[in-house]
């Protein structure tokens, strides 16, 4: 799967590409909602669009992470609602209960994440098949904790995950820490250096001596710890949430990740890319609601937005013109003789 | 007959079909019924020991089954314990079974055909997925089984589909947030309705309630209609909510039917510097301690609420139970008719209530006490 990454160097020309199209999707977005729907970009509706935005670029980002391995994590809804469940049914309401809550869902991130990295970094098993399998343990977990019945989120996380600093909801300054420690240490560190090349071509990172499977191991293991974040952020967002809090997030998981430029073939990540992704489409929802259009185009709406985002990156349009160009050419060829 | 190590073996199945149910390829169809939930017969004697056996309990010793379209919410687990607890009450009925269909409509089904298939005399099912389940409830029928749906309409007939469908007087509900409408805001209000799923039959009968007695145009419904679309969930509540307080600039009542869902939504009024509006709902023990906390705070609001309809199984249950034991079979009436509960302008049939020592997700106004419900939440 890796190797064919390297035909795609065409298409790795920047960070530039994939911030670019998205700030311009944005921008776009943003014009559309002043011109046709204004109350989609007033300060209360931005304000509590973030919120959710900001969970879903945690969310994203983890995804990133294995994409750029060339792997993909449907293990997204488990994770995040089993974070949900967690944090919520241990305390029950009591805030001296959060913080051993906490610890009990890292371990059980690390233990997915590690189960995920044996699978698919050591076993070599195909990255579908074993994170769902780690989905359906996961949500198994759910049920033998809560019987698929969280609690209301204690106060104290509430308060964290929902009030505001200096007018801007903590859940955002959650998101750009999350942004600048992923940022930080694929970019800048040796380590990250190596885990992003040898998700570009596993060959050649083998050929220069890198520890390819453990790269692609610990990718889901980091993954795991974001969706942890990403999930108990939402937890304290909603104050009473379901037990399957996660399910909503699968597909936008993947989304974010290829709006933002990062190839599903693995290889350079784009995480800002990725959380203007992730705000790009929290902020469709809320155009597309002021719109007061029926549920049914809402949701039509945003899958298309899925698709032409996908087509952005992964049709080559040099291609297709040049085909269209041959086509062209060559029935009116025929029409001559 | 059902160890515990077996049950947790069939928990991590039912994971796996719902894991699957994600992917679109729902194989909940496996046959298998999972979760299946059996308690010891020896407990019913001592539940039933003070010897007064109701009028719809019957001598005819039966096997009762309780199933669940989806379980997966403090409302169903208050729900099905009244049931269970229903249920006990009856010393005819030997052993006592529970499903959950986890929202999968193919898993529902399946429960319905396994329990039926193992011998099961009366079912009480909550048709989640509607019309859907009704070629299942009337397999059961047919097999002799006595079938009581409640709540969601199923469509069909009672007597020829299943026995009696056990439904919520979902009219009254509106009809009540109506009244007090008219009382509290006589010069007329902007409303904005919030419901689940788009096209459920809950919030279009509580829709066609609250219309019949708003008729003035002084009353004006805003947003989508009949009622926004939240799925019940609360972060897509939270959504809905967001556009609508900046689209919006007057919203005077909301409508809710399920009110604890607005708790984390309702603080961006404040946010916005707007006062939170009046609310019409359902109880929840969430929302009354967040209206306490609120008036404590000085962004006091007024609500009424009716009760969210937990006692609605017990109809059901007490109906089943005694069509298969041979007991007094209850009077069905409209079907349940969720009683109102909480006032905070007369205070009656209640004030407002909070018990902040129990957990935000009970429901003051069912029969099974908080404490009880709040030791199912441990």
Known sequence: MANTATMKSTKRVGLSKGVGTVLIALIVLVAAGFLLAPSSVSTGAILGMLPFAAVLAIIGLGQMLVVQQGGIDLSVPGAMSLAVVIISHYPTGDDSLLLPALGIAVIWAVGAGVLNAFLIGYIGLNPIIATLGTNALLFGAILGISGGTPRATAPLLRAIAGDRTFGIPNTIYFALLALLIVTVIVKKTVAGRRFEASGASKPTAMIIGLNVKAHNGLSYIWAQLLYLMGGVLLAGVTSQPTAYMGNTYLLPSVAVVVLGGTSLLGGRGFPLATILAALFLRQLDQFVLALGVPYAVRTLVQAAAFVIGVAIYTIDWREVRRRFQEMSRSSSGKEHS | ?378
């Not at chain 2, 007094?328 to 006032?343: L, R, Y």
Request: hydrophobic share 40%; glycine share 12%.
């Open chain 2, 1 to 378: 007959m059902i160890t515990r190590q077996s049950r947790i073996l069939q928990a991590l199945a039912a994971a796996g079909i719902a894991g699957l149910a994600l992917t679109a390829c729902s194989a909940g169809g496996g046959g298998e019924t999972a979760a299946t939930d059996e308690t010891a017969t020896t407990e019913e004697s001592t539940d039933a020991a003070a010897g007064d056996v109701p009028s719809w309990c019957g001598p005819e010793e039966i096997t009762f089954g309780l199933l669940d379209g989806f379980g997966g919410n403090s409302w169903r687990l208050v729900t099905t314990a009244s049931g269970e607890e229903e249920a006990k009450k009856c010393p005819s009925v030997t052993e006592y079974l529970y499903a959950d269909g986890q929202g999968d409509t193919q898993k529902a089904i399946s429960d319905i055909q396994s329990m039926v298939a193992t011998g099961v005399d009366a079912i009480v099912v909550f048709p989640d997925a509607g019309e859907a389940m009704l070629p299942a409830l009337r397999s059961s029928y047919e097999a002799g089984v006595v079938t009581v749906p409640y709540r969601v309409n199923p469509g069909g007939q009672d007597g020829v589909d299943y026995d009696v469908w056990i439904g919520a007087d979902f009219f009254q509900s509106g009809r009540d947030w109506a009244q007090w409408t008219l009382d509290n805001f006589p010069d007329g209000a902007k409303i904005l309705f919030l419901s689940g799923p788009a096209g459920n039959s809950q919030g279009e009968d509580e829709a066609t309630g609250f219309k019949e007695l708003l008729t003035d145009s002084k009353y004006e419904f805003i947003g989508e209609q009949p009622f926004e679309v939240t799925n019940w969930d609360p972060a897509l509540t939270q959504q809905v909510l967001t556009a609508a307080i900046a689209k919006y600039p007057e919203i005077d009542i909301i409508f809710s039917d399920f009110g604890p869902s607005l708790v984390g939504a309702l603080p961006e009024f404040t946010k916005s510097g707007r006062p939170i509006p009046a609310l019409a709902t359902s109880d929840g023990n969430l929302l009354g301690c967040f209206w306490q906390e609120q008036q404590d705070a000085g962004n006091g609001f007024e609500m009424m609420s009716v009760a969210t309809g937990n006692d609605n199984v017990r109809l059901a249950v007490q109906t089943a139970i005694a069509l298969a034991t041979g007991g007094e079979v209850p009077e069905k009436g409209e079907g349940f008719v969720h009683p109102k509960f909480e006032d905070s302008v007369s205070g009656s049939p209640s004030a407002v209530q909070c018990r902040d020592d129990l957990p935000g997700d009970i429901y003051l106004s069912a029969q099974l006490d908080g404490d009880t419900q709040a030791s199912l939440l441990k």
